[in-house]
């Protein structure tokens, strides 16, 4: 499953930053949220009979130093034939301008490492220069595109303008490193909190914050076939603030819903000092 990609998409955190000196960027609120992963429905193609699981996303960093995000993703996900737990664990670090983006992750089977991906992208007159260090050492080109942290500025800034669709592109290290994804971006007319909600005792004071319902389709953007079905899409509320919950990652085959349980809020970052 793409559990590294949900890290930047499903759940879209971040904090306060600025991309360049002429970039105006909404203010964030930094924070480390964990979700409760159930099946949400599955095929009989698939196999999948149960998945249950947690994910938890932590940011921090600043505007003068860049970011770093930390994220795990751990499922158990029950077959017709066996039980297996999987365990994704991210970091990355992208400097505050969005030039370069520097990218880690470990995978695990049933508490053994199944993989490694490691390396750093960045960004040329050319395009997007990739090295990758692990699984093995090698160099790729590939196209123009943003990071992380771009794309959810560019979806609060789409959503604030009251812009209910767009496409736009991202690099995120997931997987193999070796692709960009196109994405179609739907944002819903935002929408008051309510107290009632099953996540507002995690939410707390931030209960009846107003939010966009979003849903994100991811398309292989280096594919040739020509078809225009997506790899996997997620759904979820925004909040104004940046916080994302009641999440819905459709595979194709089977679906999962992440359901916030519990938010810390971090102190924010002081602005970076002007130049003179």
């Known amino acids: 499953m793409r559990a590294t990609r949900l890290a930047f998409h499903a759940v879209l955190l971040s904090a306060v930053f600025s991309i360049g000196p002429a970039f105006a960027v909404p203010a964030l609120q930094a924070h480390r949220a964990v979700y409760d992963l159930t099946l949400n429905k599955a095929s009989d193609r698939s196999g999948i009979t149960g998945i249950s699981g947690r994910m938890v996303y932590e940011f921090n960093g600043s505007a003068c130093e860049g970011y770093t995000v930390k994220f795990r993703f751990v499922t158990q996900i029950v077959t017709n034939d066996n039980t297996r737990v999987t365990d994704q664990q991210t970091t990355t670090f992208e400097d505050a301008e969005g030039k370069t983006f520097s990218f880690v992750t470990k995978s695990f089977v049933d508490q053994n490492l199944d993989k490694e991906v490691k390396g750093i992208a960045t960004k040329d007159a050319k395009g997007l220069k990739v090295d990758i260090d692990k699984p093995e050492k090698n160099s790729l080109e ?61 939410l707390a004071k931030l209960a009846t914050d107003k939010y966009w319902p979003v849903d994100i389709a991811y398309f292989d953007d280096s594919a040739q076939n020509g078809e225009e079905v997506p790899e996997y899409r997620i759904s979820f509320k925004l909040h104004e603030n940046g916080i994302t919950r009641d999440l819905t990652m459709d595979y194709g085959d089977f679906s999962m819903t992440g359901k916030l349980v519990n938010l810390s809020l971090f102190d924010q970052t002081k602005p970076c000092p002007v130049s003179k």
């Open 142 to 202: 590939l196209a123009a595109t943003q990071f992380p942290t771009q794309h959810l500025v560019e979806l609060i800034g789409k959503a604030e303008k009251g812009e209910n669709f767009y496409q736009t592109n991202l690099f995120d290290g997931s997987e193999d490193a070796n692709k960009v994804m196109a994405t179609t971006v739907v944002v819903g007319k935002k929408t008051d909190g309510q107290k009632a909600d099953p996540e507002a005792p995690a």
